[in-house]
């Protein structure tokens, strides 16, 4: 268990934002992580009880930031599963629920890059938010899990990236609205191998995947549906 369990989150990002941008609004003690999908989450404060962090996300959404809410960092931990790569002093896990819809994981399997059933259901859902929505825009990132060289695994990620990215077009969404970064294995959601050292083909699938992270242009901001 962690000392002090609670910290708030007050926005995510898809590129960094310097610290001045939270000074300016009078909010101090902001660092930033980032989490298994490369988002940048900026936080502030560890708190030992839920009441002190919930009272800062009310000022903190008084303040402008209308996205921040309570972060549970023994909950993240577990979501991450055991051992965690990303609970470290530069890093987090952040189960992409939070952000409903507008921030997604779609899968593919072993060495593979035509978009599945689940895939092109889970694009559809995203491309109806970018229909709904004309003012955000996109950031497709693809992934690979360890198998194969790191130069082939760049590779098989554009590819998987192109697909998904091409599949969005296809369903009416502008291509300047669109953004495609590519990571190969550099990235993994999970571990590629177990703890005693072999191979683990539970945490690989996780890795073959494409992040659907939608923004807003103006601030890079992943607008999400959870403050209350």
Do not use: W
Request: charged content about 30%.
């Amino acid at each position: 268990m962690f000392a002090q369990p609670y910290r708030v989150q007050l926005a995510a990002y898809v590129e960094k934002v310097p610290f001045s941008y939270f000074s300016e609004a009078h909010i101090f003690g902001v660092y930033m992580l980032t989490d298994q999908n490369n988002i940048y989450r900026y936080y502030i404060g560890e708190f030992r009880e839920r009441t002190e962090a919930d009272l800062l996300v009310k000022e903190a959404r008084s303040q402008g930031f209308k996205n921040a809410y309570v972060i549970d960092i023994e909950e993240q931990r577990r979501l991450c599963g055991k051992p965690c790569p990303y609970i470290s002093p530069s890093s987090t896990y952040s189960d992409e629920s939070t952000e409903i819809l507008n921030l997604q994981n779609v899968f593919f399997g072993f060495n593979q890059s035509t978009l599945s059933m689940e895939s092109k259901e889970a694009l559809d859902k995203v491309a109806m938010v970018l229909k709904e929505n004309p003012h955000l825009k996109i950031l497709v990132s693809g992934h690979t899990d360890s198998k194969g060289s790191a130069k082939y695994n760049i590779s098989l990620s554009k590819r998987r990236a192109r697909n998904s990215r091409n599949y969005l077009i296809n369903k009416g969404i502008k291509s300047s609205r669109i953004k495609a970064e590519v990571f190969g294995e550099s990235i993994p959601e999970k571990k590629n191998m177990d703890s005693s050292g072999k191979d683990d083909p539970e945490g690989r699938k996780f890795n073959r995947r494409v992040v659907l992270a939608i923004y807003d242009p103006n601030n890079g901001q992943i607008p999400f549906d959870k403050a209350e």
